[in-house]
Each structure stands twice: as structure tokens, then as C-alpha cells.
């Protein structure tokens, strides 16, 4: 059985800053590429930012220059720490593994965390 499990979320005034973390655990060899998703009220979920097994980023426009994502390999965790946060940055960030080889030879597909809600106070 595989989990996503994500902390870090919370409220802090505009200009602020937190860290989100999302562990995966289970049996798992290998994760392909890790991200992080987030959904407003009344809008859809969009992408935030992604990181392959490489080290590769891509970051949504809005967040270029105050988001960073990175992640541990050797825990299977991804990070985001999100600098000169603003109003509109509220959303309920979503942790995703896009693919993962498991330690019983298979494939696993788009694994979601439960989310964690970012508050931003103008």
C-alpha cells in the first residue's frame, strides 16, 4: 500500500513564507517525477510545480522566482517552499507522484496526497 503524506500547510500573512512536505511511503524502488498541484475555490486544479528522478523543474509563471521545489530521493519525499507568498497563492496544495516502481516489480500510477490548506492573509 502505497501513501503520499503531506504537511506544511497552514495561514501566514502575504509576503510570508512555508514549506510543504510530502512523504511516500511503502514499498517502492523508484519514483519518477513528484509535483505539487493546487486548487482554489470554484477553480480547477492546476500545476504548481513538478521535479523529475533527475532533478529537473518546471514551475507555473505565477510561482517562478518565489516557489522552489526539490525533493530527497533516498526518502521519497518532495518539498516546496513557497517565499513572497500572496493572497492569490491560497489553494489547497496537492502532492503527486506521477509514477512509481514498486518494490513487487509492478508499476504504480498518479498517486495523490489528501491535500493541505494554504491560507494567505492579505
Known amino acids: 500500500?502505497?501513501?503520499?503524506?503531506?504537511?506544511?500547510?497552514g495561514l501566514?500573512?502575504?509576503?510570508?513564507?512555508?514549506?510543504?512536505?510530502?512523504?511516500?511511503?511503502g514499498r517502492i524502488f523508484s519514483i519518477n517525477t513528484?509535483?505539487?498541484?493546487?486548487?482554489?475555490?470554484?477553480?480547477?486544479?492546476?500545476?504548481?510545480?513538478?521535479i523529475d528522478s533527475g532533478g529537473s523543474t518546471t514551475y507555473a509563471d505565477s510561482?517562478?522566482?518565489r516557489f522552489t521545489i526539490s525533493?530527497?530521493?533516498?526518502?521519497?519525499?518532495v518539498y516546496l517552499q513557497m517565499n513572497?507568498?500572496?493572497?492569490?497563492?491560497?489553494a489547497?496544495?496537492?502532492?503527486?507522484?506521477?509514477?512509481m516502481y514498486l518494490q513487487n516489480k509492478r508499476w504504480?500510477?498518479?498517486?495523490w496526497g489528501q491535500g493541505t490548506q494554504v491560507t494567505v492573509s492579505s
Do not use: H
Open 1 to 9: 500500500q502505497v501513501q503520499l503524506v503531506e504537511s506544511g500547510g
Open 12 to 25: 501566514v500573512q502575504a509576503g510570508g513564507s512555508l514549506r510543504l512536505s510530502c512523504a511516500a511511503s
Open 34 to 50: 513528484m509535483g505539487w498541484y493546487r486548487q482554489a475555490p470554484g477553480k480547477q486544479r492546476e500545476l504548481v510545480a513538478v
Open 63 to 65: 510561482v517562478k522566482g
Open 71 to 77: 525533493r530527497d530521493n533516498a526518502k521519497n519525499t
Open 84 to 90: 513572497s507568498l500572496k493572497p492569490e497563492d491560497t
Open 92 to 99: 489547497v496544495y496537492y502532492c503527486n507522484v506521477d509514477r
Open 108 to 111: 504504480a500510477s498518479d498517486y
